[in-house]
């Protein structure tokens, strides 16, 4: 639909005529559309429309004003991350830390109250890490050395105990492999493609360089290699390696996989470019079979709307290897502070409202797809769901997943989350856990977007810790949740 | 001046009229201006007018690229901060270590190349805190206890060792103190005033409370306190206290005045709300005679207008209890990396442009006015300042200290800057160092605004140190200075 306000009007026995024309063209003439209106009416309409409006954005403003003020003062968000991350700790998908990650959940979600809250269960992937992984240079030049490297192995990789020991290929990318294949085997492939640093959106180079970490293994598996390393997806000025989730082609051999830190790997790098380096690999990657796990949802029933639902969310797994205090420890504790800030404004919601702590993200996505599917199984409606899941850092803005139309609708609240510095709109975002709702209803969605020119400095790595999360960074991410969930129940999509 | 184009245009003998219309009434009319120009020209105007402001816009874009690119992947100003944090550390004015980053920074600013580097000598303070300092509780309810608290000696506070030791009266504010200012004599007055969280932006708290910091003493003294501890302007979680200027009346004995650490201030607030709480106070705080320091100052002289000045700078004094990194280690290493990014681009600027660390800003202000001081006497022509002492976080944009006009002209840059994270300009802005330049000149001044949810948890306490600053939080502030340094230096204001 694309109408204008076509600029004319006719007077005629006190109605107006006011002429639409509609941009497309039928048998090349414009369509006229005409709305007659007393011109009492007209003149009552026009009059009363700007009163409406300001009053309805006074109310707005002020309501989210309380919000804020109540969150900054009194948010419970900064000590539950402390809670989640230091009594609970790193909590991958299938671990007892994931388990009473569910419980804990559960308890703080009933201690603030909602109409119901409860479990969704579902089934989750359970890779263990083991313990004693190395990657270790043992030969430069046949000289035999023992320089051990800082790395982790990627989420998924096997190993399982055994030590491979190659020469190892350094290249930049896949085009470099792709043109080296024939020296490929029998090696250990150093894939060193970096992090672009002149990218303003760090999310950008994140975007290039994971499919390094996802499809390296089997790229280089392809041409005979016996194990990769990467270098790791950041531009962090420390040495931690970066972990992550890798994806394994069936097709080829399933060869271990790690990430090294980044001055090890320009360490590895340089060595490589003057020498023939022997490294040795021992990883203890296993896959053990799905397990069951749990969707923690809170429930707020809709005085107008019940059956139509409004979901906000992050996920509760995190690596093992950190706190997931940034990933996503701040999405679990955005989404309750949320659900804590609106009862104790006393808000009842037009639209049923979820806050959903999300199974497994990290490596399956099994959280969000469950979701969807007893969504789908019970045909309800959701009407939009919003995730926070790119850190705890100072509120920027929303991606918004939705329509031409309704992102026209979304940017009439811009002035309204401008002051709690939320109000970066961007047509294109949303979430993991929330996208095969999306893919399934059609729904709209939206991602907070924080301040991330930190996030790849800790994101998977042993920094992502409590400790890295500002109070009032956190808290501010939950003011400008909290005022968008308002307006998208006070107003719909 | 408010004109506004009036949709009226007469064509006439291939001539077009176009109608102004002031929007001020004379005898009830409005004034009509007209422009008389041919058809040909106009046309001519018309289709030329976006073709210029594209192409330099092209221009300008790629240019301010060119200068991001170079600082995100070759910014110096990450290891300068090392170097000044680490290798110099805090350098208060008077201390050695101040003299020392004078030395850095000529040897630094040399080492980058500029048509001249010098020394620009002023006088500035020498306050020492002294050694052994204690602020401890050491009677509740006439029970004696020792309980020490954090405390730090706020900057020009005086105590010369001695011990006082005396009742506490806490009160919230200047008002409390005001009502009971007759139970005030012989006692230590206690400032527990908050830092308000509901505020979004922090420096508004910053603004509310720092009277107590820099008032609370003489206000107290007034009364007949022996000493005053205060609460430390933060919401920071940690319980460091934040030291700070502060300035007797000289009407009012000079009695010792310190912060306390947010946890101890909590503390000692609710041991007095139901009981009679006896402080020991013992400070070594001593103001020495003021002494000889230096501005340094690099200068890359203008092709076209050699004599008209644009500053940017930041300070290189600190406080003496932490390394000064974000405050203002940051400013000055923005300083510098602007004239490294601008050399290595090979930019030659139509103005003389002035790379100045300024030699006192904390407890004195003495940098910036000897700079402006000897530009008054050269009578210099000074066509911008911009200074960079908000510390190092991811930069939002500028606060502008400029005229309407030049504030309009200022906002076409702001699309420019928008890419780079500085597109939020506020008319209202400046920097401590610059002020004098401002009051002197009237010239147009700007500072640079980041993201400052974090700015007043390590302000002026022992936790700013290189390590809460962030690579590329810290280069991005450089690209936006580099860019607007650019801007000015190109079009003028």
Same mark, same amino acid.
């Given at each position: 639909m694309n109408f204008m306000l076509y600029a004319s009007q006719q007077r005629s026995n006190n109605y107006f005529f006011i002429r639409f024309i509609h941009s497309s063209l039928v048998n090349n003439q414009h369509q006229y559309f005409y709305i007659f209106i007393s011109m009492k009416k007209l003149l009552f309409l026009l009059a009363a429309l700007p009163i409406i409006a300001t009053a309805q954005n006074n109310e707005d403003s002020a309501f989210i004003k309380r919000l804020s003020d109540d969150i900054l003062a009194n948010g419970k968000a900064y000590d539950?991350?402390?809670?989640?991350? &230091?009594? %609970?700790?790193?909590?991958?998908?299938?671990?007892?830390? @994931? #388990?009473?990650?569910? /419980?804990?959940?559960?308890?703080?979600?009933?201690?603030?109250?909602?109409?119901?809250?409860?479990?969704?269960?579902?089934?989750?992937?359970?890779?263990?890490?083991?313990?004693?992984?190395?990657?270790?240079?043992?030969?430069?030049?046949?000289?035999?050395?023992?320089?051990?490297?800082?790395?982790?192995?990627?989420?998924?990789?096997?190993?399982?105990? &055994?030590? %491979?020991?190659?020469?190892?290929?350094?290249?930049?990318? @896949? #085009?470099?492999?792709? /043109?080296?294949?024939?020296?490929?085997?029998?090696?250990?492939?150093?894939?060193?493609?970096?992090?672009?640093p002149t990218y303003v959106v760090p999310g950008r180079a994140y975007g290039e360089s994971g499919i390094y970490r996802h499809s390296g293994a089997s790229r280089a598996a392809k041409y005979g290699a016996v194990a990769v390393v990467i270098r790791s997806l950041t531009e962090a000025t420390d040495n931690n390696p970066h972990t992550g989730a890798m994806q394994y082609d069936s097709v080829y051999a399933k060869i271990p996989a790690a990430a090294l830190g980044l001055k090890d790997a320009d360490r590895l790098w340089k060595e490589t470019q003057s020498s023939v380096v022997k490294l040795s690999v021992t990883m203890h990657g296993k896959q053990l079979s799905d397990t069951i796990g749990y969707n923690v949802i809170a429930e707020l029933k809709g005085s107008t709307f019940p059956d139509e639902f409004i979901t906000v969310g992050g996920h509760l797994d995190s690596w093992d290897v950190n706190e997931g205090a940034h990933d996503d420890g701040a999405g679990v504790v955005h989404t309750i502070e949320v659900l804590r800030a609106l009862q104790a404004a006393g808000y009842h919601p037009k639209?049923?409202?979820?806050?959903?702590?999300?199974?497994?993200?990290?490596?399956?996505?099994?959280?969000?797809?469950?979701?969807?599917?007893?969504?789908?199984?019970?045909?309800?409606?959701?009407?939009?769901?919003?995730?926070?899941?790119?850190?705890?850092?100072?509120?920027?803005?929303?991606g918004f997943g939705v329509s031409p139309a309704q992102y026209q609708k979304v940017l009439t609240w811009q002035s309204l989350l401008k002051p709690y510095g939320g109000g970066d709109f961007a047509n294109g975002g949303g979430g993991a856990d929330i996208g095969p709702l999306a893919r399934t209803f059609k729904t709209p969605v939206a991602g907070l977007t924080p301040d991330n020119q930190r996030y790849f400095d800790i994101h998977h790595a042993r920094s992502d810790v409590f400790e890295n999360v500002n109070k009032r960074e956190l808290l501010l991410g939950a003011v400008n949740m909290a005022a968008l969930i308002y307006l998208v129940d006070k107003y719909g999509l």
């Open positions: 539950l991350l402390y809670q989640l991350t &230091k009594n %609970v700790g790193g909590r991958l998908a299938g671990s007892p830390q @994931f #388990a009473q990650a569910v /419980k804990w959940g559960k308890a703080t979600m009933d201690g603030i109250g909602a109409d119901k809250v409860y479990l969704q269960e579902c089934m989750i992937p359970h890779w263990v890490r083991g313990k004693g992984d190395k990657v270790t240079i043992t030969g430069i030049n046949n000289r035999p050395v023992n320089i051990a490297l800082d790395a982790l192995a990627l989420g998924n990789s096997l190993g399982n105990g &055994k030590t %491979v020991t190659a020469d190892v290929i350094a290249v930049k990318d @896949f #085009a470099e492999l792709e /043109k080296r294949k024939d020296e490929i085997k029998g090696k250990i492939v150093f894939y060193n493609y970096p992090f672009n639209h049923s409202i979820r806050f959903v702590l999300f199974a497994n993200e990290e490596n399956g996505l099994r959280g969000g797809s469950k979701y969807a599917e007893v969504a789908k199984g019970k045909n309800e409606k959701h009407i939009f769901a919003l995730e926070s899941d790119e850190g705890g850092f100072t509120p920027r803005g929303f």
